[in-house]
Structures are given as C-alpha cells and as structure tokens.
C-alpha cells in the first residue's frame, strides 16, 4: 500500500504492544480498527480497514487531522476557531492538490478557496458572499518558464443573486465563448423562469404555465424552433415551428 509510505512521515505509533506500525514493513499497517486517546482522553488517531486518522496539534493552536487511504493521503489544518484553513492531497505518493481557505472576521464560511492542481498546473480561485453562495469562479492556467511563473485566465463564472440570495444570472466567460443564464421570479409562482444565452443568441428557455406545468423552447438557426410541455417533470407535449407555423406536434 502505497500510502503507508506517506504515513510514515506522521506517525510511529504503539498500541499496548498489539497494534504497531512497523518501519521494516511499510506495506503492513495493522488491519483491525482501533482509536486512540491521549491523556486528555482526546482523540489522536483512527484505524479502519479502509482510513487511517491522525490528530495532531500546533504551537500556534492550529490542528492538524492526516486522513490516509488506498487512494489519497489528505492533510487537513484548522484554525483555532475549528475552521477550515488548509487541505493538502497527495494521490499515488504525487502532492497533487493544495486547497486553502480563508475568512472574513468571524464568519465560519469562507469567502475565498485557491484551488492549486499541481499536476494539471491549474488554479481555481473561488469567492463566495456571507451566506456562503458562490459569487465567481475563476480558473487559471499556470505556465512556467526559466525566469518566471505565470498564471493565466482560462474562464471566468460570475452569478449575481438578488436581496434575497435567489440567484437571478450566471455569466460564464471562455475564450471565443460566453453564455449567460438568467432567473426570472414571478409573483404567485414556486419556481422562475430561465432564459439560456450562448454567445449572446437566446437558445433556450422555460416558462411556468403555474406551479406544475412549465414549457421548455429551444431556439435553432434557421427560424426553428421546439416547444416541450412538462407536467409534474413528465414531458407530455412536443410542437416543431417553422417561420412561427406550426409544422407537427407529438404527444406523449
């Protein structure tokens, strides 16, 4: 097992002399489930079949829980507030993902996750409001030279909510490409109605006919188009359009 190698790093651990990791064989941790406590009676590790646990705690009141299986190792560090500050993964003994969070005062949902792909030399960058919902999503490719590291803006995802926190747009920006997805609420109704975009051409939307029934249209070139009635999420009608004439319907 791979990742008990990278265990090794974290812990040498003895259990009334039962349960032992063994520096000669780093392909054999104990497969029988065990916890330990420390003189605190606070957990310190786990072993499971599949998961290994690790606690640790920092000068600085941080901790640190070392999360082992078959697949991945991950490290995770917390503040002293118990919240979310670091995750480090190695995949296949690779360091492969650092996640860092960070937060605003003493808010306990982060308003900032970098995403670091080290292996895909990737950056996602995400921002998020009080309520904790996803404001934008950035992704960044990272190119290395001799002299410099440069990250560049891949795509861009920005969605905008109301007063209320109901999402009213997402905008999503790529190279050669943009589309944009709008909400719109209606008084009376459960649910809104959407409008779909792709490089500033309308090509779909859905219209509530009341709480239970809604159309779905999809817009083709050529003056096409398609209406699809849904009642209950169960699709019961299908009109094709020409030039505004109808020109067959399907029922279902």
Do not use: C, H
């Amino acid at each position: 097992m791979k990742n008990s190698f990278l265990l090794s790093f974290f812990i040498i651990l003895f259990i009334n002399n039962q349960y032992a990791y063994s520096e000669n064989n780093n392909d054999e941790i104990i497969k029988k489930d065990f916890s330990f406590l420390n003189s605190d009676k606070r957990l310190r590790m786990l072993n499971t079949i599949d998961e290994k646990f690790l606690l640790n705690n920092f000068e600085n009141s941080f901790e640190s829980l070392i999360k082992v299986s078959d697949e991945k190792v991950v490290k995770k560090i917390f503040d002293s507030k118990m919240r979310l500050k670091k995750e480090i993964f190695w995949t296949e003994d690779v360091l492969s993902l650092i996640k860092e969070y960070f937060y605003e005062d003493e808010v306990l949902t982060p308003s900032l996750i970098n995403e670091q792909y080290l292996i895909e030399k990737k950056i996602n960058v995400s921002k998020f409001n009080y309520a904790g919902l996803l404001l934008s999503l950035i992704e960044y490719e990272i190119y290395e030279t001799e002299n410099k590291k440069e990250n560049k803006e891949i795509s861009k995802k920005i969605l905008n909510y109301d007063e209320n926190n109901n999402l009213l747009e997402i905008i999503f920006q790529k190279k050669d490409f943009n589309s944009l997805q709008k909400y719109i609420y209606n008084e009376g109704y459960d649910y809104p109605d959407e409008k779909f975009y792709e490089n500033n051409v309308l090509v779909r939307e859905k219209k509530y006919i009341n709480n239970e029934k809604f159309v779905e249209i999809i817009y083709f070139e050529g003056s096409m188009k398609v209406e699809k009635y849904f009642e209950n999420e169960n699709k019961f009608l299908e009109i094709y359009f020409v030039n505004g004439i109808e020109t067959r319907r399907k029922n279902f």
